[in-house]
């Protein structure tokens, strides 16, 4: 079973950034799509951020130009960058990842793909305040 861990959350004022890592692992020779999300309190989960199966990188409206997805294929590690943060930002992240097993990526779209058939981690909050 792929075991998936966030890291790197916290809590930071208005304007600050923080940098959330996500690994997963299950076999050395695993290759993984991942992508990421976040839940506030009393609001359904959200796609932040993810890759399309160019390679390119989608994100949803709130964040663009803010947050920056990256990816270390070597380390099966996933990467964001949280720039300029406002307390709305303020939720559970979590990371999800699919195994690949030699096919490509989905496309992002929301993270839809990832809903139906990721694994999910444990999540990390971040708390961002006026």
């Known amino acids: 079973q792929v075991h998936v861990v966030e890291s790197g959350g916290g809590s930071v004022q208005a304007g600050g950034s923080l940098r959330l890592s996500c690994t997963a692992s299950?076999?050395?020779?695993?290759?993984?799509?991942m992508g990421w999300f976040r839940q506030a309190p009393g609001k359904e989960r959200e796609g932040v951020a993810g890759?399309?199966?160019?390679?390119?990188?989608s994100y949803t409206d709130s964040v663009k130009g803010r947050f920056t997805i990256s990816k270390d294929n070597a380390k099966n590690t996933l990467y964001l960058q949280m720039n300029s943060l406002k307390p709305e930002d303020t939720a559970m992240y979590y990371c999800?990842?699919?195994?690949?097993?030699?096919?490509?990526?989905?496309?992002?779209?929301?993270?839809?793909?990832?809903?139906?058939?990721?694994?999910w981690g444990q999540g990390t909050q971040v708390t961002v305040s006026s």
């Open positions: 999800a990842a699919i195994e690949t097993r030699g096919f490509p990526c989905h496309e992002w779209n929301g993270g839809r793909w990832y809903v139906d058939f990721g694994t």
């Open positions: 890759f399309n199966s160019d390679d390119s990188t």
């Open positions: 299950r076999y050395s020779y695993s290759s993984y799509c």
